[in-house]
């Protein structure tokens, strides 16, 4: 009786908190299996650029470069994927009109492009 209580009162609690499910990222927050797989390929690309297979210097300025790079794919694909639900947060993305929203993912491209292009070194 007391097990029933406490998985009734923990299965009570798991259901109201979620927020482990608010952490999964892009690619892994549904279950379906095709979103699964192009999750895994791409953040196995992802973590390949990051640890240099793709690079011919292991240790070089272009090195830095393809880091940086692989960082801002990185921000993208959290953006466009909703991760934590930053589309609620970002002013713009938020909007009910189509045009504003799609304006507000190419304006948030843009401005991550420039940031992560002035922390490139030349």
Partial sequence: ELKNEL?????????????????????????????????????????????????????????????????????????YGNYKDINLKLPIINSKNLLIKLLGYVLYTIVLFILFGIITPD
């Fill in 7 to 79: 998985l009734k009162r923990y299965r009570k609690y798991n259901i109201k908190n979620k927020s482990h499910e608010n952490l999964k990222l892009p690619g892994f927050k549904s279950n379906k299996l095709v979103f699964k797989i192009m999750g895994f390929l791409w953040y196995t690309f992802l973590i390949m650029a990051a640890l240099g297979f793709f690079d011919t210097e292991p240790i070089s300025e272009e090195r830095i470069s393809n880091i940086i790079f692989t960082l801002f794919l990185f921000s993208l694909t959290l953006l």
